[in-house]
């Protein structure tokens, strides 16, 4: 179902009306697992058994890992999980599935549109069970959690809604204040303008990026490259923003305020800051279940580097187990190795450090720089395999 | 500040960490990661500096950003580990 038709808007319309019907809470919620279930279907007939076996799985481990289960228990139960998030990203599923031509894409939708949320569901049960570990306990039973898991809204493209959040609004599902409706149709107006109107100006923009790999004469001089480059950055941005403008506006029709996922992510003056703008969701998920663990509690200097390396190049191959957005991940890796060395040393002389925080032409520097580090790290996504590519396209921008 | 732990060991540990003076600390409540004194890459340097000044042990699982947020949530975390039958060692 493409999040933009007509059947999208008329089963969206439908779910939120059928929500609204004067029914005990759990009766709404049977009606939403229904519907979560339905919206799967409409994307592959296996979809909703993927999704009740990472579930049922993802809550029995949760149950263990509540009731303080050993590390070796944990892995056995949980190694399966890591099966669906990289299923829907396998070639022979993604050339069975990706639209092809030259129309306006959906860089969030083509690419796993088989198993299409299956990432992002095992994600949310991931969590669930180091929540469980964490906290001693599960946040939900074994029905509120299937409901939570499969929220259809968050399917697509996330957000990676947390347990303990979500818990927070579902009493209100099917009852929306004013206030939500208010809200929930702004959003999903800004989600439809960014994804409809200003996404696809950029997708045009970006064609001597978008198709550079069948004909590099578009991108012949250094200027294209830059600006293929950029309306690349910037189409990727307001689709993917957009679309979680749309989920979040029509979860807020239906009375569930979902995590924000985007916080101005090209106004961040270093690359760590525009990881707490950028899919902050999954950010934040890869720090608290990759990145921390990988820190551990040890006082070696290097560690944490070491971390962010190995942390970032997964987030990269999660996006596409390729060669390109490995190295993706790596290259945002280094990056914030070297923001973090940077700051390290700038933190002991805090006065300035402070100074150079509240100078507005630093601020502006620091800013460009970092958008053209972001802008940089998707040249190695040109590509999936062929580094001859990307290596071409550095070649351009750089006028070699 | 409803504990009665002392903050010294923090106080000179994040003290140390920006050069030495507390005076640039933030307020004890406020948030030292948007202080800019603590992130995510210091956390577990953080975490076995405590463990080693207070002689606690902080379970993997409890090492999170939102545990150690303040001065006020260190305090908060070490008094109650401090207190727990778990580290009677």
Redesign the interface.
């Known amino acids: 179902m493409e999040p933009l038709s007509q059947q999208a808007a008329l089963f969206v319309s439908a779910t939120i009306l059928v929500l609204r019907l004067p029914l005990p809470a759990v009766a709404r919620q049977v009606l939403l697992l229904l519907a979560n279930t339905a919206f799967l279907y409409t994307f592959h007939p296996m979809a909703p058994v993927v999704f009740g076996a990472t579930s049922l799985l993802g809550f029995a481990a949760a149950r263990l890992a509540a009731r303080g289960a050993s590390k070796v228990v944990l892995a056995l139960c949980g190694a399966p999980l890591l099966i669906p998030l990289f299923l829907p990203k396998l070639d022979w599923l993604y050339t069975a599935s990706a639209a092809g031509g030259d129309a306006v894409g959906n860089a969030v939708g083509t690419r796993a549109a088989v198993f299409i949320g299956a990432s992002y569901f095992t994600l949310r049960a991931l969590a669930f069970v180091l929540d469980a570990r964490k906290h001693g306990k599960v946040h939900f039973g074994l029905f509120e959690f299937l409901v939570y898991n499969s929220f259809f809204p968050t399917i697509i493209a996330g957000p990676i809604e947390r347990a303990d959040h979500f818990a927070k609004t579902s009493s209100r599902l099917g009852r929306p204040s004013w206030d939500d409706v208010s809200h929930g149709v702004t959003r999903i107006f800004l989600g439809l303008l960014k994804k409809a109107v200003l996404g696809t100006l950029a997708w045009k923009w970006a064609t001597p990026f978008r198709l550079f790999t069948s004909d590099p004469s578009l991108a012949a001089d250094s200027q294209f490259a830059w600006i293929g480059l950029y309306a690349w950055l910037l189409y990727t941005y307001l689709d993917f923003s957009g679309y979680s403008d749309l989920a979040i506006g029509t979860a807020r029709l239906m009375g569930i305020k979902l995590a924000e996922n985007f916080d101005h992510p090209f106004l961040k003056p270093s690359i760590a800051e525009f990881w707490r703008g950028w899919h902050i969701s999954l950010s934040f998920w890869i720090r608290d279940y990759l990145f921390l663990p990988m820190c551990g509690k040890s006082r070696s200097a290097i560690r944490p580097h070491l971390a962010a390396l190995g942390s970032m190049t997964l987030c990269g191959l999660w996006h596409d187990p390729s060669l390109g957005w490995g190295l993706w991940g790596l290259f945002h890796g280094v990056g914030l190795s070297a923001h973090q060395a940077w700051t390290n040393r700038l933190r002991k002389n805090f006065a300035l450090k402070r100074r150079l925080q509240q100078s507005l032409v630093i601020r502006v520097i620091a800013i460009l720089l970092t958008f053209n580090f972001v802008a940089l790290s998707w040249v190695f996504t040109i590509s999936r395999f062929d580094l001859g590519v990307t290596g071409q396209y550095f070649s351009r921008l750089f006028g070699l | 500040m409803s504990d009665s732990l002392d903050r010294e060991p923090i106080l000179a540990y994040l003290a140390e960490?920006?050069?030495g003076?507390r005076d640039?600390l933030p307020p004890h409540d406020e948030s030292l990661v948007d202080a800019?004194?603590l992130?995510?890459?210091?956390?577990?340097?953080l975490?076995?500096?405590m463990?080693s000044a207070y002689g606690v042990k902080?379970p993997?699982?409890?090492?999170?950003?939102q545990t150690f947020e303040s001065i006020d949530k260190i305090a908060a975390y070490l008094a109650t580990a401090l207190a727990s039958p778990s580290n009677d060692a």
Not at chain 2, 39 to 45: E, K, N, Q, V, Y
Not at chain 2, 60 to 65: G, L
Request: net charge negative; proline share 4%.
């Open positions: 960490k920006i050069g003076s640039l800019g004194v992130d995510s890459f210091g956390l577990a340097d975490v076995a500096a463990e902080v993997d699982p409890d090492i999170s950003m």
